[in-house]
């Protein structure tokens, strides 16, 4: 019955805002509990006990027992209205609904076969891209935000009571999802102003705004810096744990589970290091702090070819060739952030 799954969290609801006063109850049950214990039972009970005399009444004792559910359901459906919460959908409540749908001239969703005959695509449902964007748009899942399949290939990102900035944030993560990009970490020599936006960002009481990736000027449009999410060996060491693929110890780091900024104690530092301080802790992930330069903004569309291969130490590495505009940005990008005596910065690929 649709009124009791709504009655049961009501009376739960119940509870749960007794329990406050439970804690300065001497015998550990505050009055606010022992309330809603009562009307619960007497939710129940009454229906039943009034139905009897009302099918008599009526000269229909035979229909008590359906009497009685009647009143349960009237009964029941007034305490979820007084008492508890229901929850609106994006349509009553206000919200955005987003729909996107897969490019099948990007070769994925698509079933179109080739000249030969052979299938010339690679289909991807759009259930399939559901767990990554999930990964990007909500990474805590602590956000009220829904995304599903909208067919086979459109996907459809429901988000309730947000600002016109935090639709705008999501938007631009959907739309940067696998695109690479060649960015600066950001460090306190350089990138002072970007560091104090992102503390900002870290205190903020909203904790939508603290989970945002990307760091806004204070014009609040344009994008100086974003959070990016370091990456981890897949395989466990000794000690259960998965190192960082690169050392990050002394660069503006935040925690992506709550967004607040992270303090690394002196001594802790290497891959290894700093992913055993961050088991100590609880930490799963953590992100790091990197910067936009407009324009010098380097990207995977300008890369003219990329190849595997081996560094001078024998070392798994990635070789790739950029095209004119790219290898002028990259010029431009490598020569502003060379080695100034003892400073060193890092490059990384996002």
């Known amino acids: 019955m649709d009124c009791l799954n709504l009655f049961f969290p009501a009376v739960i609801s119940l509870l749960a805002q007794a329990a406050p006063d439970a804690a300065a109850a001497s015998d550990g049950i ?4 022992y309330l809603a214990v009562a009307i619960f039972a007497a939710v129940l009970i009454v229906p039943f006990l009034l139905a009897g005399p009302i099918a008599r009444m009526l000269k229909m004792p035979d229909y008590s027992t359906r009497i009685g559910l009647i009143l349960l359901a009237l009964t029941a459906s007034l305490t979820v209205l007084a008492f508890g919460k229901i929850g609106l959908g994006v349509d009553l409540r206000g919200g955005t609904i987003l729909v996107y749908e897969i490019d099948p001239s990007k070769g994925i969703g698509s079933n179109e ?18 767990p990554s964007l999930i990964k990007r748009i909500n990474p805590s899942g ?29 938007k631009e993560i959907i739309s940067t999802a696998g695109i690479l990009r060649f960015a600066i970490v950001a460090n306190s020599r350089d990138h002072q102003r970007l560091i104090e936006l992102a503390r900002a960002q870290a205190n903020d009481s909203s904790q939508r705004q603290r989970l945002a990736r990307t760091i806004l ?17 897949k395989t466990p060491d000794k000690n259960d744990n998965r190192p960082l693929r690169v050392d990050v110890s002394q660069s503006i780091l935040r925690n992506p589970a709550d967004g607040r900024l ?12 700093l992913a055993q301080w961050m088991q100590s802790t609880g930490m799963e992930n953590i992100q790091v702090l990197m910067v936009v330069d407009q324009q010098l903004d ?37 020569t502003n952030n060379a080695p100034d005596g003892q400073h060193r910065r890092q490059l990384g690929i996002v």
């Not at 076969?113 to 559901?130: M, P």
């Not at 890369?303 to 095209?323: E, I, M, Q, W």
């Open 217 to 233: 000027d204070s014009d609040g449009t344009t994008t100086i810096g974003f959070w990016a999410l370091v990456d981890r060996e």
């Open 298 to 334: 380097v990207t995977g569309e300008d890369l003219a070819f990329a190849s595997s291969g081996f560094d001078t130490d024998g070392s798994p590495a990635v070789r790739f060739k950029l095209n004119d505009s790219g290898s002028g940005r990259f010029l431009a990008l490598t």
């Open 142 to 170: 602590t956000q009220e935000i829904a995304i599903r399949p909208y067919g086979e290939n459109q996907i459809e990102i429901i988000i309730p009571e947000v600002d016109q900035r935090e639709v705008d944030r999501i």
């Open 262 to 273: 992270v303090e690394v104690p002196p001594g802790v530092g290497g891959v290894d290091g």
């Open 30 to 33: 505050s009055a606010g509990q």
């Open 113 to 130: 076969t080739g000249e030969d005959g052979q299938f010339s695509g690679n289909r991807i449902a759009s259930s399939e891209l559901i």
